[in-house]
T-cell receptor, first 115, second 113 residues
Framework: GAVVSQHPSWVICKSGTSVKIECRSLDFQATTMFWYRQFPKQSLMLMATSNEGSKATYEQGVEKDKFLINHASLTLSTLTVTSAHPEDSSFYIC???????????FGPGTRLLVL | GENVEQHPSTLSVQEGDSAVIKCTYSDSASNYFPWYKQELGKGPQLIIDIRSNVGEKKDQRIAVTLNKTAKHFSLHITETQPEDSAVYFCAATIPRGFQKLVFGTGTRLLVSP
């Protein structure tokens, strides 16, 4: 149980294009989902928290117009990197949590490379 | 805000030895402490967690201890195997709002055959 999937697992795109990453909870309802960014050999950096049906809450320094988050259902959240640039290249990981539970289950991550 | 420190940053052991990773946290109200294992190119995988009303928890070769007074918790891996090689992250929950996790900086564990 508690499986979280991400799609795509990796993506290469040209500078200026937008990329959408999907995060799904496969066997539970995720009232809260989190989006993280991880640079090589570093820890996870929280970008934003999303609750189903409401606007995402972004961490300080994260551009909400750059990283659009939608949590339209209890099993799906999407992160769209708009007008991607090479500095947006990173490993993006989502996590999901059931209501009233503390445990976050992580997806396998999406590696983004912007050329 | 909550701050989590983790030591050591790298740990090399021989197969069969024990490995211990230590973390300290700053917010005394934190009440949930998970440990994650991350293999190269993959997402973090929960391996064990502990809540503040418990001092120790064990799952086969893995155990976690929590000292609330000192605000530190540790991961213990016994009889290490090469497949235990990975990066391990400790975390603490901010017990307010969205109950976000604050992660330590990670420990790279290398188990040599």
């Amino acid at each position: 149980g508690a499986v979280v999937s991400q799609h795509p697992s990796w993506v290469i795109c040209k500078s200026g294009t937008s990329v959408k990453i999907e995060c799904r909870s496969l066997d539970f309802q995720a009232t809260t989902m989190f989006w993280y960014r991880q640079f090589p050999k570093q820890s996870l950096m929280l970008m934003a928290t999303s609750n189903e049906g409401s606007k995402a809450t972004y961490e300080q320094g994260v551009e909400k117009d750059k990283f659009l988050i939608n949590h339209a259902s209890l099993t799906l959240s999407t992160l769209t990197v708009t007008s991607a640039h090479p500095e947006d290249s990173s490993f993006y990981i989502c996590s999901a949590r059931e209501q009233t539970q503390e445990t976050q289950y992580f997806g396998p991550g999406t590696r983004l490379l912007v050329l | 805000g909550e701050n989590v420190e983790q030591h050591p940053s790298t740990l090399s052991v021989q197969e069969g030895d024990s490995a211990v990773i230590k973390c300290t946290y700053s917010d005394s109200a934190s009440n949930y402490f998970p440990w994650y294992k991350q293999e190269l190119g993959k997402g973090p995988q929960l391996i064990i967690d502990i809540r503040s009303n418990v001092g120790e928890k064990k799952d086969q070769r893995i155990a976690v201890t929590l000292n609330k007074t000192a605000k530190h918790f540790s991961l213990h891996i016994t009889e290490t195997q090469p497949e235990d090689s990975a990066v391990y992250f400790c975390a603490a929950t901010i017990p307010r709002g969205f109950q976000k996790l604050v992660f330590g900086t990670g420990t790279r564990l290398l188990v040599s055959p």
